[in-house]
C-alpha cells in the first residue's frame, strides 16, 4: 500500500512538474496608445504571430492605454524586468541618455515615408538601436505611428497663430525649441493626460498624428486642426536585454520573425489609420481641418528647420549629418 502511494505520489509530482515545464513563456508588451492605432494593432498582431509561430511556447500579454504604466513609468520597468516588452515613441530616449534618437523629433527632416524608410531601414537606424544596449534594452524595430499636425482651439494658418500658446509636448527638448521656435510655451505632459488638459483648458493645444488625436477623442476638445505634417511621431519596439538574451535561440529566432512581420504590418496600415481617422474627424463636425497653402507651409518650414542647427549640440551633429546625407536634405535650399 505504502509502495502503491508512494508511486501514485511520483507519477503526481512527474505530471506536476511536466505541466509546469509546458508553461508558456509571457512577455508583457505594455504601450500607452488606444487599441485601434497602429501602435496597438500592431502589438495585437504581434501576440497573435509570437503565439502561431513559437507554437504557444509564448504568451504575449498586451496591456494598452496606460493600463499597466503611464508614459514616465514604462522605460524603468522595462529595465527592471516589470515588463519584458515596449514601444516607445522615439522622444523618450532623450530623457533615458540616448539623445541622438532625438533626431527623429526635428521638424520637417523628414518629407516622406520613403525618406523615413531610408533612416529607419538603413544602418543610421541600426546604429542608433545599438546605443541602448548599455541601457540593458534592445532594440528589435522602428514601427511609423505618421505626421504630426497641430490643433488648437483658434485657427492655424500661420506659426503666429500659435505665439502665446500652451502646447503640450512629450518629454523632448528638440520639441521644448521646436515650441518657443513658434513663440510658443512647451508644456511637458503624460500622453494620458492630454484629453483632460485640453477640456479644462490647462493646455491650448497639441502636436499629434491624427490617429491618435481621433482614437484619444482629442479632435472633441480643439476645434482646429491644421495639417502642417511639421514631425513625425515613431515608435521604437524594444525588450529588456537580459531577458531577451536568455532565450532559448530557437524561440529567439521565432520572435524575431513574428516582429518583422509585425513590423510591416504596422507600417502598412500606419497612413491607412491616420487617412481613415481624418475622415472621422471631419464627419464629427467637432473640429474644424485646415490644409495649409504651400505659402504657409513654407513659412513654417523656415521658422523651424533653424531647430536643426540649435541642436546639433545636443543630439550630434554627425548623427544630423548622417541623416542629412541619407535622406539628400539640404537646410540651406529653403
Do not use: C
Request: no cysteine; glycine share 8%.
Amino acid at each position: 500500500m505504502k509502495i502503491s502511494k508512494l508511486l501514485a505520489g511520483l507519477f503526481l509530482g512527474v505530471a506536476a512538474f511536466g505541466a509546469f515545464a509546458q508553461q508558456p513563456i509571457v512577455i508583457k508588451f505594455s504601450h500607452v496608445v488606444a487599441v485601434d492605432t497602429p501602435k496597438g494593432k500592431g502589438a495585437e498582431y504581434f501576440a497573435k504571430k509570437a503565439g502561431e509561430l513559437t507554437g504557444g511556447k509564448v504568451k504575449v500579454e498586451v496591456y494598452a492605454n496606460s493600463t499597466l504604466y503611464k508614459d514616465k513609468e514604462e522605460m524603468e520597468a522595462l529595465q527592471l524586468g516589470a515588463v519584458q516588452m515596449l514601444a516607445p515613441s522615439l522622444a523618450k530616449f532623450g530623457p533615458l541618455g540616448v539623445k541622438e534618437f532625438e533626431v527623429f523629433d526635428l521638424p520637417f527632416i523628414f518629407s516622406s515615408y520613403d525618406d523615413l524608410r531610408k533612416v529607419t531601414n538603413g544602418p543610421v537606424g541600426k546604429q542608433l538601436l545599438s546605443k541602448l544596449e548599455p541601457k540593458g534594452i534592445r532594440g528589435l524595430a522602428y514601427w511609423d505611428n505618421g505626421f504630426k499636425s497641430f490643433s488648437a482651439n483658434t485657427p492655424i494658418k500661420m506659426p503666429a497663430d500659435l505665439k502665446g500658446k500652451k502646447m503640450r509636448i512629450q518629454s523632448s527638448k528638440v520639441l521644448e525649441e521646436q515650441m518657443r521656435a513658434l513663440g510658443s510655451l512647451p508644456q511637458q505632459m503624460a500622453f494620458s493626460e492630454v484629453y483632460q488638459a485640453l477640456q479644462t483648458g490647462v493646455v491650448d493645444g497639441t502636436e499629434n498624428p491624427i490617429s491618435n488625436l481621433y482614437t484619444q477623442k482629442m479632435h472633441e476638445v480643439q476645434k482646429h486642426l491644421a495639417l502642417t505634417d511639421h514631425g513625425y511621431l515613431g515608435y521604437a519596439v524594444i525588450v529588456n536585454k537580459k531577458f531577451w538574451d536568455g532565450l532559448p535561440a530557437d524561440i529567439r529566432g521565432q520572435l524575431e520573425k513574428a516582429m518583422e512581420e509585425s513590423t510591416r504590418y504596422a507600417n502598412q496600415i500606419a497612413k491607412v489609420e491616420n487617412d481613415t481617422s481624418l475622415e472621422a474627424v471631419k464627419k464629427s463636425g467637432k473640429t474644424q481641418v485646415y490644409q495649409p497653402t504651400k505659402e504657409e507651409r513654407l513659412a513654417f518650414k523656415k521658422q523651424l528647420v533653424p531647430v536643426h542647427q540649435k541642436m546639433e549640440s545636443r543630439i550630434g551633429k554627425d548623427v544630423i549629418q548622417n541623416v542629412y546625407k541619407e535622406i539628400g536634405f539640404k537646410p540651406d535650399s529653403l
